[in-house]
């Protein structure tokens, strides 16, 4: 069991930044890959960044939307994923959530690949 708990969302303006962040329980968190995933509403939830288990292939991945402007990071010995998201646009504006997937190679896309999912951290962007 792997339980996520997301933080540093909130208001933003447009150009702005914000860093999310996703605390992991458990000591097997080096084990998973981890994602983050956002829905806006009426939307459905969609692939923002996955970053692999330290040293296998595949890794970082990111959405087109976001790529040049959002970096994903892991820090194992805290147990924590990080999204630093830069030069935020209104259409940024979702709930953030984090992922976690127990693939040893690579990342995933899709949402149902991942095993353990955070609460949500809401983003706000204005204009």
């Known amino acids: 069991q792997v339980q996520l708990v997301e933080s540093g969302g909130g208001l933003v303006q447009a150009g702005g930044s914000l860093r999310l962040s996703c605390a992991a329980s458990?000591?097997?968190?080096?084990?998973?890959?981890m994602g983050w995933f956002r829905q806006a509403p009426g939307k459905e939830r969609e692939f923002v960044a996955a970053?692999?288990?330290?040293?296998?292939?595949?890794?970082?991945d990111y959405a087109d939307s976001v790529k040049g402007r959002f970096t994903i990071s892991r820090d194992n010995a805290k147990n924590t994923v990080y999204l630093q998201m830069n030069s935020l646009k209104p259409e940024d504006t979702a709930v953030y959530y984090c992922?976690?997937?127990?693939?040893?190679?690579?990342?995933?896309?899709?949402?149902?690949?991942?095993?353990?999912w955070g609460q949500g951290t809401q983003v706000t962007v204005s204009s």
């Open positions: 970053i692999s288990i330290t040293g296998s292939p595949g890794s970082p």
């Open positions: 992922a976690a997937d127990p693939r040893l190679w690579g990342t995933a896309r899709q949402a149902h690949e991942y095993d353990y």
């Open positions: 458990g000591r097997t968190f080096s084990s998973y890959a």
